[in-house]
């Protein structure tokens, strides 16, 4: 047969199980000891795999870093696509972030490198503020790309800041804190208070809504 028309190799079946083997020894890596001594060696040796296979799926460090951290983007999508309201929408996000503490290194490391976030996670995370800014919830003229960008740094400065500021029993009662107060800026910066009761209930003091009940 000529070789022109041979048909297409497949792909080996270990392929993608190998990627995914790969990813995930790269984010346990990270959660250990950070991205900045992350290497391929490493990932491979952790991943039970030779680095001619790592190098294979990725070439750069840089590269392995980038994919690891648009798979958590796929995950934070999502859980946006999920039905929530918007109290449950902020506080399931800032709650992931502030938790999340290799998602934060990650990001840092590739800003700080002077990368930017990956394009793909960004562009989904930012058309989905869009379509938030653009319906009858919103006030006009919010600009989503700003909004991303205000709400990425909060929650990523907090994911670092919080166990640094705050014994580890105490992060929790913190971060519902810096939720409510991300719900009172968004409530009065962002949404119309009259389209988000759920909201505005969310930030009436526990004890009146109490009284109210009884």
Do not use: C
């Amino acid at each position: 047969m000529d070789a022109s028309h041979a048909p297409p190799r497949r792909r080996r079946s270990d392929f993608d199980r190998n990627r995914t083997r790969l990813l995930d020894a790269a984010r346990a890596l990270v959660a250990d000891r950070g991205p900045d001594s992350l290497t391929i060696s490493d990932v491979a040796h952790r991943a039970g795999l030779n680095r001619t296979t790592a190098y294979q799926h990725f070439r750069t460090r840089d590269a392995l870093v980038t994919a690891v951290l648009e798979a958590m983007g796929d995950e934070l999508q999502a859980g946006l696509a999920a039905p929530r309201t918007a109290p449950e929408l902020i506080e399931g996000l800032t709650r992931e972030f502030s938790e999340r503490h290799d998602l934060a290194r990650l990001a840092l490391h590739l800003l700080l490198a002077g990368d930017p976030l990956p394009r793909r996670s960004w562009e989904r995370f930012v058309g989905h503020l869009e379509k938030v800014t653009r319906s009858s919830l919103s006030q006009s003229g919010a600009d989503p790309e700003m909004l991303g960008h205000i709400l990425v740094g909060t929650w990523l400065v907090w994911s670092l800041r919080a166990p640094a500021e705050y014994d580890l029993a105490d992060v929790p009662a913190a971060t519902e804190r810096l939720t409510r107060e991300l719900r009172r800026l968004l409530l009065y910066g962002l949404f119309r208070p009259e389209r988000v009761p759920d909201l505005v209930e969310s930030l009436r003091p526990a004890r009146a809504r109490k009284k109210e009940k009884s």
